[in-house]
């Protein structure tokens, strides 16, 4: 159960990884575009769409390997067993907060999806393709961040604990 | 019930999730929902469609494009060519191999737009060779870790990135905006370290055999791949060729070819290159899209509004406004990050700055400065963590090394103040601004 959830947060992060390197494809693509005379439709807005996918697809990945920022400065210096509740506190509060968001973007998709909401550019793309990203990456976030909460409730070390340990600065 | 009512509320909100450990982006939609409770306004309908709107924008893809390339170059041997490459040519001033440090940095953060990045890079290489040389480690610590800073304000820059896209300004303006000032930092370090050395001769190891000239200038072949690598992306963007992110597509091209071409390009650093940036990518992507729907509920909740009138009941001078900003900052950054205080900032504080009628791109120069201060105070600093990473010496022995730097970059954010031509002349010259 634990290893399969492991892997989809890695699918997450590879699915981050291909956004990026589409980001990159289609301004390359456009610049040469450009060079040559070709005009490359809507290159901005779909580059645009692949940024959200691979800040949104990334999130749980991300909590995971400690990558999401926080001020640990009192955390730091509690004693074990304190330190834990508030680890418990701060889970439990990501984990409502993004329950919302994954929740509140899901109906936003269901509704694009009814609306057939457009894209503004030259080629109308319904909007409720691009946006899963935002839906599919806050579910996933939510199953992470529970993940982590029960880890921490059953006394194990989460995930972000363990790799802010051994990586002591992050920017 | 108003804003003067919640604001309060509301701060003691965001200081008190931010101190428990809360992640960041988790504490700003968190005092959002708490501001929209308190008016009342449709959470479910405005923070799904904020945080589209602020993370599916093409001028945000400059952001992961500079952070690859800073990560494609972070695994190549630059470091290595940076400290041979430049040795020989700052033996002859006074504080010899010291100027290593500033110079590799301001080279180093012209590729790269993150301060901790710049520093670890540099001072791997540098801070051993310096050591080994008997050179004075409090001033090799000292100027490595303010040095570090210098990749916030040198363009490309995460910060300005992050500026621009949320205060709506030209991320290619900001960048050149950035150019000078930055060269200024570099100066001013460059004198302090000739004037240290100078007046402490007795502190500094004896004068090693200098190169031939020939064999020096042969030794700058090592950076040139570097520096046609800088002129690229940022004479793309001063000759309106490209924009933000093209240029950046440009700099992750290049850096690759000269992975590649170093040898240091495999599939192994390729993956990583590509993870790491992923990962910074996203934990700053959330934090704008968190701090865009801050934004918006601070909007509903009249704040920013109340605050700008409330400031301006006080009829200060523009002067005066910008100090009492930089002393707030400088508290600020002695437990936030730059990146959350930039996107607080644009969230609640742009009213009253725009009111001023302070000019919005002098303002992100401003404000970079700022954080790079912040980036050098303890106990959050963010260069002093990495420089305590490298060196082992504890973090109050580095923030009192870094002390004269830091009261340098006080001083240039004065120097900035009073003559604004220092960061809006060279983006008004710029090819598309004619």
Not at chain 2, 221 to 227: A, F, G, H, M, S
Not at chain 2, 354 to 369: C, E, T
Request: glycine content about 8%; some cysteine; overall charge neutral.
């Amino acid at each position: 159960m634990l290893t399969a959830l492991n892997r989809i947060y890695a699918a997450g992060a590879v699915l981050a990884a291909l956004c990026m390197v589409a980001i990159a494809l289609l301004t390359l693509a456009q610049i040469m575009g450009r060079l040559f005379g070709v005009l490359i439709v809507d290159a901005g807005e779909l580059a645009g769409f692949a940024m959200a996918g691979s800040i949104f697809f990334a999130l749980a990945h991300t909590l995971r390997t400690g990558g999401h920022i926080r001020v640990n400065l009192l955390l730091a210096r509690m004693r074990p067993s304190i330190r834990r509740i508030f680890e418990i506190w701060s889970l439990g509060l990501a984990t409502t907060i993004s329950g919302m968001f994954a929740v509140f973007s899901v109906r936003m998709v269901i509704e694009s999806y009814e609306f057939h909401d457009v894209s503004t550019g030259m080629i109308p793309v319904p909007l409720w393709i691009p946006q899963l990203s935002m839906a599919a990456g806050a579910v996933l976030f939510v199953v992470a961040l529970l993940h982590e909460l029960i880890l921490t409730i059953r006394g194990q070390e989460a995930g972000y604990v363990a790799a802010e340990n051994t990586e002591p600065y992050t920017e | 019930m108003d804003a003067i009512f919640y604001s309060p509320i509301l701060i003691v909100a965001l200081l008190g999730l931010l101190a428990s450990g809360v992640w960041i982006a988790i504490t700003l939609a968190g005092v959002a929902m708490i501001a929209m409770l308190l008016v009342e306004a449709p959470i479910d309908l405005v923070m799904p469609s904020s945080i589209w709107s602020a993370v599916s924008s093409w001028s945000l893809t400059a952001l992961p494009l500079f952070i690859w390339m800073g990560e494609i170059l972070f695994r190549t041997r630059l470091a290595d060519d940076l400290f041979h490459g430049l040795a020989p040519w700052v033996n002859r001033l006074p504080g010899r191999l010291l100027h290593v440090n500033v110079i590799g940095c301001g080279i180093f953060a012209a590729v790269s737009g993150s301060s901790a990045a710049t520093a670890a890079t540099v001072g791997q290489m540098s801070l051993p060779e310096l050591k080994r040389r008997g050179y004075d480690e409090k001033l090799s610590i000292g100027s490595l870790a303010s040095s570090g800073t210098l990749g916030l304000l040198i363009p490309p820059s995460i910060i300005l990135i992050v500026y621009g896209v949320s205060a709506n300004v030209s991320i290619a303006r900001l960048f050149l905006a950035g150019v000078v000032p930055g060269l200024m930092v570099v100066a001013l370090f460059m004198a302090y370290i000739v004037i240290w050395a100078l007046l402490n001769r007795e502190k500094m190891p004896p004068a090693e055999a200098g190169l031939s000239f020939w064999q020096m200038v042969s030794r700058l072949r090592l950076l040139l791949p570097t520096v046609l690598l800088i002129i690229a992306v940022i004479g793309s963007i001063y000759t309106g060729v490209a924009t933000a992110t093209e240029a950046a597509t440009l700099g992750v091209v290049g850096s690759l070819l000269i992975a590649l071409l170093s040898g240091s390009l495999n599939w192994q650093t390729f993956r990583m290159s590509l993870y790491g940036a992923t990962r910074t990518s996203c934990m700053i992507g959330f934090i704008i899209a968190t701090a865009a729907f801050l934004s918006v509920a601070m909007g509903y909740a009249g704040i920013p509004r109340a605050l700008a009138s409330w400031i301006g009941t006080f009829n200060l001078s523009a002067y005066q406004l910008i100090f009492a900003l930089a002393i707030l900052y400088i508290i600020l950054g002695c437990f936030l990050d730059g990146i959350s205080m930039v996107v607080l900032t644009t969230a609640v504080i742009m009213p009253m700055v725009q009111a001023a009628h302070i000019d919005l791109l002098w303002f992100g120069i401003f404000i970079v400065l700022v954080v790079e201060i912040a980036q050098l105070t303890p106990p959050v600093g963010f260069n002093l963590f990495v420089v305590q990473g490298l060196t082992g010496h504890d973090i109050l022995y580095v923030a009192r090394s870094v002390l004269p730097f830091f009261l340098l970059l006080c001083a240039t954010v004065a120097i900035l103040t009073v003559f604004p031509e220092i960061a809006t002349w060279l983006p008004r010259t710029m090819f598309s601004a004619r």
